[in-house]
């Protein structure tokens, strides 16, 4: 069974049609990965990214096609093309080119493993390295430690929770986010990303409410009157953060707010986002 057709030379759409013309009806599901290696791809690189499944950016060829100090142009445009386009792309050739026949890459081919990586690559491609090089497995290991030292760390939930407070925010036009805070962490959290509108920060402990004016953004409110059934001191403490709103002329009856709380009792309990009306 054939998965992926690399398909060279592509110069506009009308050759990725003529492929999946000759594959037809049973050939469908086979994903075309188009290889720009021309001035012609280049210029027609739109309207390849719409009818390819990916694209390779083959920068051998490339770079004697078109001059070889703009090949580093072109790969980042057509990377930030596909980025947008929703499409996998591919960096290829010459990524560790010396490990053909050395142990060791230059700094220069790691910086360049680098910034494909940065400049938002899906794969990053060894060609000559691993089919004719002395050192095949040396290269894939060097390719891999790079790609796993380059890779971000997962952004934990509370991060998580704080990222999509500020877009949820600019998404439905929100004028306010209420944070119930225990710690404080979840209101600084969310500071931290900048949102557009003020952040009431509501919080049973006063030196923690003092302290949260030094965060952009933030209102920090103190709440005395605790409710020992958990689901109700949290229904009151929104109450309060949009009466306190409403007293600002901040909140507005039926504006929008983005409502940041635990869904248990207690610290470190960062996980529920609502969207409700004042």
């Known amino acids: 069974d054939i998965d992926i057709i690399f398909a060279s030379f ?4 009308n050759g990725i049609r003529e492929i999946r013309k000759i594959l037809g009806e049973k ?5 075309i990965i188009a290889k720009i290696e021309n001035q012609q791809g280049v210029d027609n690189a739109d309207e390849i990214i719409r009818e390819a499944d990916g694209i390779m950016v083959a920068r051998g060829d490339l770079g004697i096609e078109i001059p070889p100090e703009k090949v580093f142009l072109v790969q980042k445009m057509l990377t ?12 290829a050739t010459q990524m560790l080119e010396s490990m053909i026949y050395k142990p060791r890459p ?13 400049d938002g690559a899906d794969c990053v491609m060894l060609s000559g390295e691993t089919a004719k090089g002395k050192y095949p497995i040396e290269a894939l290991r060097t390719m891999h430690q790079e790609l796993i030292r380059l890779t971000p760390k997962p952004t934990d939930h509370a991060h998580t929770i704080a990222i999509a407070a500020n877009s949820a925010v600019q998404s439905c036009q929100a004028v306010a986010v209420i944070c119930i805070t225990v710690s404080g962490r979840a209101a600084t959290l969310v500071s931290r990303y900048r949102p557009p509108v003020p952040v ?6 006063r030196a923690i409410t003092r302290q949260l004016h030094l965060w952009r953004s933030i209102y920090p409110l103190y709440f005395e009157a605790i409710n020992m059934d958990w689901r109700e001191d949290l229904y009151d403490r929104i109450h309060y953060a949009v009466k306190c709103g409403k007293e600002q002329d901040i909140i507005h009856d039926g504006d ?7 869904t ?11 969207i409700v009306k004042a």
Do not use: F, M, W
Request: hydrophobic share 40%; with cysteine; glycine share 12%.
């Open 256 to 262: 929008l707010l983005v409502v940041v709380s635990g």
């Open 106 to 118: 230059t700094r220069a081919e790691g910086s360049d493993v680098a910034n494909a990586v940065l």
């Open 200 to 205: 009431y920060a509501v919080c049973t402990n």
């Open 27 to 31: 050939g469908k599901q086979i994903k």
């Open 80 to 91: 930030a093309k596909c980025n947008i386009a929703g499409k996998p792309v591919i960096c």
């Open 10 to 13: 592509i110069r506009n759409a």
């Open 264 to 274: 248990t009792h207690g610290y470190g309990a960062t996980y529920g986002l609502r």
